[in-house]
């Protein structure tokens, strides 16, 4: 086993060994809400939600984007398990900004190994051989990091399968300061409609 097993298994030993009430906890969530951030490791839903296990629905991705995947989600938590609020989180220096959907396509045509970024831009370590199929992916990249968490509102609140009922919230988690700064334009979009 790798050296990260091996520190995983035995954390969640450890973790397992103090469980106790955590195994009564019930299946919707008892805050009734739902976050969609970004998968980035800085980023830690539960501490800058201020959220304990049980509490709130957290669903990541690259980006915190309103993919088709996200949007099941935020439904399956509404439909079936009673969220009643919605939170779109995205946050400064995202990768997402660091490429299009055309350079991430290239570089896996040429490779499937990890790139590397430099000044002049993302390159390939090897040319080993990829795969065309990243050419055929929409990877929901931005440039402008307001204005995709107002598409992604914009998105999930025009679904026919999203009630109007639900407020959906717009926010960006500042990397630098830990705040979650309000996005005025997505929460207005994500308003209960009437």
Same mark, same amino acid.
């Given at each position: 086993?790798?050296?990260?097993?091996?520190?995983?298994?035995?954390?969640?030993?450890?973790?397992?060994?103090?469980?106790?009430?955590?195994?009564?906890?019930?299946?919707?969530?008892?805050?009734?809400?739902?976050?969609?951030?970004?998968?980035?490791?800085?980023?830690?839903?539960?501490?800058?939600?201020?959220?304990?296990?049980?509490?709130?629905?957290?669903?990541? =991705?690259? +980006? &915190?984007? @309103?993919?088709?995947?996200? #949007?099941?989600? *935020?439904?399956?938590?509404?439909?079936? $398990?009673?969220?009643?609020?919605?939170?779109?989180?995205?946050?400064?220096?995202?990768?997402?900004?660091?490429?299009?959907?055309?350079?991430?396509?290239?570089?896996?045509?040429?490779?499937?190994?990890?790139?590397?970024?430099?000044?002049?831009?993302?390159?390939?370590?090897? =040319?080993? +051989? &990829?795969? @065309?199929?990243?050419?055929? #992916?929409?990877? *929901?990249?931005?440039?402008?990091?307001? $204005?995709?968490?107002?598409?992604?509102?914009?998105?999930?609140?025009?679904?026919?399968?999203?009630?109007?009922?639900?407020?959906?919230?717009?926010?960006?988690?500042?990397?630098?300061?830990?705040?979650?700064?309000?996005?005025?334009?997505?929460?207005?979009?994500?308003?209960?409609?009437?």
């Amino acid at each position: 086993m790798s050296k990260i097993v091996n520190e995983v298994i035995e954390a969640n030993k450890n973790y397992a060994a103090d469980f106790g009430e955590k195994k009564d906890l019930s299946l919707p969530p008892s805050r009734a809400f739902a976050i969609l951030t970004c998968m980035d490791a800085r980023l830690d839903p539960a501490k800058y939600a201020g959220l304990s296990e049980g509490d709130a629905h957290v669903i990541r =991705n690259a +980006g &915190g984007r @309103a993919s088709d995947d996200a #949007i099941r989600s *935020l439904i399956i938590s509404h439909k079936l $398990l009673g969220t009643n609020e919605w939170f779109v989180i995205h946050h400064t220096d995202c990768g997402m900004e660091l490429f299009s959907t055309e350079i991430m396509g290239e570089l896996l045509q040429a490779s499937l190994q990890t790139a590397s970024i430099d000044k002049n831009g993302w390159k390939n370590v090897s =040319n080993d +051989g &990829g795969s @065309a199929d990243g050419k055929y #992916i929409n990877w *929901l990249t931005f440039t402008d990091n307001s $204005l995709s968490v107002v598409e992604d509102v914009k998105r999930i609140r025009g679904h026919s399968l999203v009630p109007s009922y639900i407020p959906i919230y717009g926010y960006i988690y500042d990397c630098k300061t830990g705040l979650l700064v309000e996005v005025p334009q997505a929460t207005e979009v994500g308003r209960i409609s009437s």
